[in-house]
């Protein structure tokens, strides 16, 4: 019991003050472009130490043809510990530091931490002359925090406010709490959930009317550059493509990958299906499974 109660409370939804934004794409002056919701490696790592506890914990670093791995191992209450692993993408600025933190953020998605980001819907926001989006001046989208009762472990229940006791006596001039900060949501034992928000297009295109973020689509004429069997995760990419363009894809975001593998060798060329999110984050052209 206590060990799923961790696994929900990795599961919870990420504050909307700790929720960051970016612009999927620079090279679209003056036009719009799809705005990406995440979260910083700090905050990652928070949760593990509040949920998980600091000493339940730990995270490992290796490379693998060029790319940066992670391996989140987290213990739960019953001392079972589970492994999981994923890559790291390069950022623009500090490469290896930027792939490095990707790399946890990554892996901690596969625990449920910061997953809901997948499902908030499409966004967008208008470029400058540059290509840029003016993160001071564009407005956010927010989601109402809706408080639902559930029992963290490692926390302590908050003490009613002040507020709430002036109302439960009928005093109909109690001020209200103000917004929950990251901080006292954390310690006050309380899950929230999001109020879902319309998604937002551009004018003249179409919305999704439904979360499939988790759903498997099919990437075509893929070739697998590595040995299919050697590791968790197999190397990919177009036809000819260079080492660059190749992307080291998680054998957990393949579809029934143990019975029915895509590739049996190195340089077999075929299709792959993959999850929606995963293909989105690497730039794949795909079609639903």
């Known amino acids: 019991m206590e060990d799923i109660k961790v696994i929900e409370a990795l599961h919870n939804p990420v504050p909307p003050d700790e929720v960051k934004w970016r612009q999927a794409r620079y090279d679209k002056p003056n036009g719009y472009v799809r705005m990406l919701a995440y979260v910083d490696a700090r905050y990652v790592m928070d949760v593990l130490d509040n949920v998980v506890g600091s000493e339940n914990w730990q995270n490992e670093y290796m490379e693998i043809k060029g790319r940066i791995f992670c391996k989140l191992t987290i213990q739960l209450p019953s001392g079972k510990t589970v492994s999981k692993m994923d890559c790291g993408a390069e950022t623009d600025i500090e490469a290896e530091k930027g792939a490095v933190s990707d790399a946890l953020k990554r892996v901690a998605v596969l625990f449920g931490v910061g997953r809901d980001l997948y499902s908030m819907g499409d966004h967008f926001a208008v470029t400058n002359d540059r290509g840029y989006v003016d993160l001071n001046t564009w407005e956010t989208p927010r989601s109402e925090v809706i408080p639902e009762k559930v029992q963290l472990p490692r926390t302590k229940a908050k003490e009613p406010t002040t507020s709430a006791l002036a109302k439960s006596q009928g005093d109909e001039t ?85 019975n029915s593998p895509p590739f049996e060798n190195k340089n077999d060329v075929g299709p792959i299906s993959i999850t929606k999110w995963w293909a989105e984050k690497n730039g794949l052209s795909y079609v639903p499974f």
């Not at 901080?183 to 937002?200: C, H, M, N, T």
């Not at 689509?217 to 363009?245: F, Q, R, W």
Request: charged residues 20%; contains cysteine; negative net charge.
């Open 174 to 258: 109690a001020v209200e709490s103000p917004p929950p900060t990251t901080e006292s949501i954390i310690a006050s034992g309380v899950k929230p959930s999001y109020k879902p928000l319309p998604p937002q297009s551009p004018p003249g295109q179409p919305t999704e009317s439904e979360d499939d973020s988790e759903a498997f689509v099919t990437v075509p004429n893929m070739v697998c550059y590595s040995d299919p069997g050697s590791h968790k995760a197999i190397l990919i990419g177009e036809p000819g493509c260079g080492e660059k363009e190749r992307i080291w894809l998680p054998k957990s975001q393949i579809e029934d990958c143990l």
